[in-house]
């Protein structure tokens, strides 16, 4: 029971990767708080996991105030918080740099950069209190590298790199951990939407080409993310801060 007591707080938590690590994490003996602007996707995920552990709360990331309402919340139902996997993010359109609508550029960085800058903000505080604590950020295999036609997005997941290290030198002495995991493509929703924007006639050869560049040969399923989550965020990688865990296949290697 890694996370035995622990209370954790998923953002994005009716999507793919957190329902994942949502699962691992209970398995692992934590409370968990999803948080998602979809409640009838967070209801159904909470009724899926079938856990009198877990609960939901409906809110926006780009939100100061929501955020803090999260905190508040899992304080006020489980004690504390000892966890926050910042996990919500779009991909935006598909689209040349020089077409891409600039307010579909603004609404990314707001919840892909700004989310978890507020996240932070509302977290580190109540970790405090608790005496430490992990913060994970999902970022990407496109935090490492350049993607065409995917530039803001890329933009977004190597911004919070940079936020991440720069709050795991801050926040190391005090005992709060902050790391990313960059994934490469993920058999979930969001890269059946990036398939369709690369060949929108035939998605299915967007996936034959995205494969081919994966040494594994395959998508991750949100559960391969979701264990390298659960030892982020557990007592297991205690001296490991201001890192990027690469879950890709092989891809950059």
Known sequence: MRLEEKVAIITGGAGGIGAA???????????VLLVDLDEDALAETCTR?????????????????????MVDTATQRYGG??????????????ASLLDYPEQRFDELMAINVKGPFLGLRAAIPAMRRRGGGSVIITSSIA????????????????????????????????GIRVNTVNPSP??????????QGLSPDEPEQAVQVLTAGIPMQRYAEPQDIANLMLFLASDES???????YSADGGSAA
């Open 21 to 31: 690590a949502a699962e691992r994490f209970l398995q692992e003996g934590a409370y």
């Open 49 to 69: 996991l079938g856990s009198n552990r877990v609960s939901y709360l409906v809110g926006d990331v780009t939100q100061a105030a929501d955020n803090q309402a």
């Open 81 to 94: 918080l000892d966890v926050f996997l910042a996990n919500a993010g779009i991909e935006g359109n598909v």
């Open 143 to 174: 935090g490492l590298t350049g993607a065409p036609r995917l530039a803001p997005y890329a933009t977004s997941k190597h911004a919070v790199i940079g936020l991440m290290r720069s709050a795991a030198k801050e926040f190391a002495p005090e």
């Open 186 to 195: 993920v058999n979930t929703r969001m890269m059946r939407s990036i398939e």
């Open 238 to 244: 205690a001296f490991i801060t201001g890192s990027v």
